[in-house]
Structures are given as structure tokens and as C-alpha cells.
């Protein structure tokens, strides 16, 4: 038996033999379309309305976070998140190379360059050591740091929570904090992941959701901005709704500003999902203990479990080939899809994306090996039916 094969009956003893299975499928049903309804029936689908409210209220209860700000999507939030954590055109922002393209793209979008680092092996997110090494080639100066071969200030640090396994945030944020650089978590991935007892996105300054439709939750497309910092939640809002002054008529902006509103009819969604997602997270963790088992004599093929001292939402099951072999692993991704079961690689290295090909960047060797030797695999709730 080849591994291709061994990899796709191990997923298939999980999945069954429905003819074709997604990676990750939303699952719509009475609870979406009453409250989406009740939405249109009220007329309010726009930027106002008490869904969007509720939404973020419902998101701040579950998350821990105290303010949470519902916007159009999760590369709209980690926008706006770097502009409030201070992030100036012509800055450099740390990310993951590891990493969907929405993490560097709002880097771009705040008018600076992403700089690359590694990920870490086991969490597969940002690893504190590359921080580390990052951080400390920069200059000290009246600006903050500098980077002294571009000469442009490092200002923030967006770590990202791969496929909802939450990254070393506590190592991150002890290297973060020892240089006063900020941390926005790009937590676009990992509702319902948690470290220790405190959810993802809620360690940094700032962090962001995403409720696209591959995510765990879905609004269509939506995101959400946590921070503890009633400021910065003041802030958040006004940013992201014009930069309206209240009044009862008058059209006044008092700056240049988004618009960046998650609308009612996109939240109704939202808080049907939400009554639903810790279902979801049982259905998940169950799912990829049957992975783990199917997987584990499997020589040549490793189950991506949880890091230590964290809960993962397993919001994508992942199996690593031994051995970081580019054609091996696409011999499994042709034979699995081909038999209907859809699994995808991990994106390709941000810092080989044509328009961030000359960023500044570090020693990637651990991004490098994961690209060419992790695939994600069916992972949808209604997998166990
Ligand atoms: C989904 C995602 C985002 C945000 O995506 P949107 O489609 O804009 O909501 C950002 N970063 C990562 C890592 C993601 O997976």
C-alpha cells in the first residue's frame, strides 16, 4: 500500500463515502433564515441595526474580550487594527510568512511593508525565538526601532493562530513586550482557541476574527476587532463608521476614515451561528480525536494535535508528511482530492508572493518545511452527520 493510499482510507474511515467531501462547509439551516428574516422584516439590513449590537456583544461574552466591533471582514478589522496600534505609511510590521495573504495585505493596506519571520514547528504559528533574533538586529532610536538595513520603523507584531491552533503568545508576548513593540493577533482562524483559560485574540492589544464562509462561524463575510481598551474600542468604531460626529442631522467627519461597518442582515447570521458554535467545537474536537486515532499508526504521516497548554478548535485538521517532501505531498493532494475529499496545502510563503517578494525578511526554514509537508483535510462539522 502506498502512503497515498493510507492517507486517503484513514480520512475516508473518518468522513464515510459521500461522493465528494469539503474542506470546511458552512453549516446554514432553520436558525439562519429565521433570524435573517426576521432582519429583512424589520428593514434594517444596513449598518444599523440590533443584530450587528447583539453580535458583538454575544462575540465579547464568549471571547473575554470587553469591546468587540463588528466590521465587513477580517482584513478590514486587521486594517484598522494596525492604524490604532500606530502603525504609520512607510513602517514595517513583523508577520508570519506562514500565513494567508489577508495578514500581509492589511500591512499594505496601513501603507507598510510586512517583514517576514519563521513559524514554529509545533504550533505552526510565529515563532518567538525568530521574533527574537528579529527584534534584536533592530536600532533603538527617537523613532522606537529601526530597522537598520531599510531604515524604516518596526512597529507592531501581528502572530496568527494556524488553522485555529493557538501560537506561543506568551513567548511572543514576552519578547514583544521587552521592546515595547505591540502585538495584533491575527486570530482570524481560532475562534473558540484558547490558551490556558484566556480565548485567542484577547493577548494582544488588539486581535481580530474572521467570519468568512470557510471559518467556523460565518456571517458571509464579516470580522470582529477585540481589544480591552475602551479607547481603542471608541476608536475602532468611529474608524470604522466614517468617522461620524453624532448629531441628529448634520453630515460632519471629523477625519479621513472607513467604511468598514459589518451590515444587520450579515450579524442576524452571525447570532444564529453563534448559538450553535459550541456544538461546532464539540463536533470538531471529536472529529479530530478520530483523525488522531486513524492516523497513528501511519508511518510517514503525523496528526497535527493541539500545542501543549492549549485548546485548539481544530477549525482545520492537518496531517503532516514526514520528511517536508514538495512531490510526496502532492501525490497525496492528487490522490485525496481525486477521490472527492477535499484537502488543500498551507498557502505559499508570503515572502514569495510576487508583490512581497523583495520584503525584508528572516531565516525561514521552519515556514519552508511546513509549506511542503502540511495538509489540511476534511474538517466540517456535519462530518459526524
Ligand atoms: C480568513 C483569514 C483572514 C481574514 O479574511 P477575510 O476573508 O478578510 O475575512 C485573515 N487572516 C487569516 C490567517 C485568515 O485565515
Known amino acids: 500500500m502506498t502512503l497515498a493510499t493510507g492517507f486517503v482510507d484513514a480520512i475516508r474511515r473518518v468522513v464515510g463515502d459521500a461522493p465528494q467531501v469539503g474542506l470546511h462547509v458552512p453549516d446554514i439551516g432553520e436558525a439562519e433564515k429565521r433570524f435573517v428574516a426576521e432582519c429583512l422584516d424589520s428593514t434594517f439590513v444596513s449598518s444599523v441595526g440590533p ?14 474580550a470587553r469591546h468587540a466591533i463588528a466590521v465587513s471582514n477580517g482584513t478590514s478589522a486587521l486594517h484598522v487594527s494596525l492604524v490604532l496600534a500606530g502603525v504609520l505609511p512607510g513602517d514595517e510590521v513583523i508577520v508570519p510568512s506562514l500565513s494567508f495573504i489577508a ?13 517576514f519571520i519563521d513559524s514554529d514547528e509545533e504550533t505552526m504559528g510565529m515563532s518567538p525565538a525568530a521574533l527574537e533574533v528579529a527584534l534584536s538586529s533592530l536600532r533603538r532610536d527617537a523613532n522606537g526601532l ?11 507584531i501581528v502572530p496568527m493562530h494556524t488553522l485555529g491552533h493557538p501560537a506561543d503568545i506568551l513567548g511572543l508576548l514576552t519578547v514583544a513586550d521587552a ?43 464579516g470580522g470582529m476587532i477585540l481589544t480591552d481598551d475602551p479607547e481603542l474600542a471608541r476608536r475602532a468604531k468611529h474608524l470604522t463608521t466614517t468617522a461620524k460626529l453624532p448629531h441628529a442631522w448634520e453630515f460632519e467627519h471629523d477625519e479621513v476614515a472607513w467604511n468598514y461597518r459589518m451590515p444587520n442582515l450579515n450579524a442576524a447570521m452571525g447570532v444564529a451561528q453563534l448559538t450553535k458554535l459550541d456544538g461546532y467545537l464539540a463536533a470538531k474536537r471529536e472529529i479530530a480525536a478520530r483523525y488522531a486515532a486513524n492516523f497513528a499508526d501511519i508511518p510517514g504521516l503525523t496528526f497535527m494535535g493541539e500545542p501543549a497548554g492549549t485548546t485548539s478548535n481544530y477549525w482545520l485538521c492537518a496531517v503532516r508528511v514526514d520528511g517536508a517532501d514538495l512531490e510526496l505531498r502532492d501525490e497525496l493532494l492528487r490522490a ?24 525584508p525578511k528572516g531565516d525561514l526554514t521552519v515556514a519552508t518545511r511546513l509549506h511542503a509537508s502540511v495538509i489540511s483535510i476534511p474538517s466540517s462539522p456535519a462530518i459526524l452527520g
Not at 529601526?146 to 507592531?156: E, F, I, L
Not at 483559560?197 to 467556523?216: A, D, M, P, R, Y
Not at 485525496?336 to 520584503?359: K, V
Open 51 to 64: 443584530f450587528v449590537t447583539r453580535f458583538e456583544e454575544e462575540i465579547a461574552a464568549f471571547t473575554g
Open 103 to 115: 495578514t500581509a495585505n492589511a500591512v499594505s493596506h496601513a501603507g507598510a511593508t510586512p517583514y
Open 146 to 156: 529601526t530597522n537598520p538595513v531599510t531604515g524604516n520603523r518596526v512597529s507592531a
Open 179 to 221: 521592546c515595547g513593540v505591540p502585538i495584533v493577533e491575527d486570530a482570524a482562524e481560532s475562534l473558540g482557541s484558547w490558551v490556558g483559560e484566556k480565548h485567542t485574540g484577547t493577548f494582544g492589544l488588539l486581535g481580530v476574527l474572521s467570519f468568512n464562509g470557510n471559518k467556523i462561524v460565518t456571517t458571509g463575510g
Open 336 to 359: 485525496s482530492n481525486d477521490d472527492g475529499l477535499q484537502c488543500r496545502p498551507f498557502w505559499n510563503l508570503l515572502s514569495e508572493q510576487r508583490m512581497y517578494s523583495s520584503c
